[in-house]
């Protein structure tokens, strides 16, 4: 069974960090890409952050350049992270963790085939 896991989440202040986790397991995550996506409420999902299967290789929106680092650990099993810092309000929303359909970063929700189930970020002012 395939599973996309995230943990991490939680209530934070403006300018504090979080670290976000994805624990993957059921198929061999470490020959795909990986990527996190954010979504609010009522809004379209949106890319943050991704890292191709080797780890040699990220994309990141414009909107965390320089605050969130994607990172992943395939030693055993595949997890990928989600380091953010200098969170600020905007950037309150559920994170989701993404497995890509080939080796690639792919910035695009439809490039990607196995999602997590989120977990929420709220960052207050």
């Known amino acids: 069974q395939v599973q996309l896991i995230e943990s991490g989440g939680g209530l934070v202040q403006a300018g504090d960090s979080l670290r976000l986790s994805c624990a993957a397991s059921?198929?061999?995550?470490?020959?795909?890409?990986m990527a996190w996506f954010r979504q609010v409420a009522g809004k379209a999902r949106e890319f943050v952050a991704g890292?191709?299967?080797?780890?040699?290789?990220?994309?990141y929106a414009d909107f965390v350049k320089g605050r969130f680092t994607i990172s992943r650990d395939d030693t055993q099993s595949t997890t990928v992270y989600l380091q953010m810092n200098n969170l600020q309000p905007e950037d309150t929303a559920v994170y989701y963790c993404?497995?890509?359909?080939?080796?690639?970063?792919?910035?695009?929700?439809?490039?990607?085939?196995?999602w997590g189930q989120g977990t929420q970020v709220n960052v207050s002012s």
């Open positions: 993404a497995s890509a359909i080939g080796t690639y970063a792919f910035t695009t929700d439809g490039m990607y085939e196995y």
């Open positions: 059921g198929r061999p995550f470490s020959h795909y890409g």
């Open positions: 890292i191709t299967w080797n780890g040699e290789s990220t994309e």
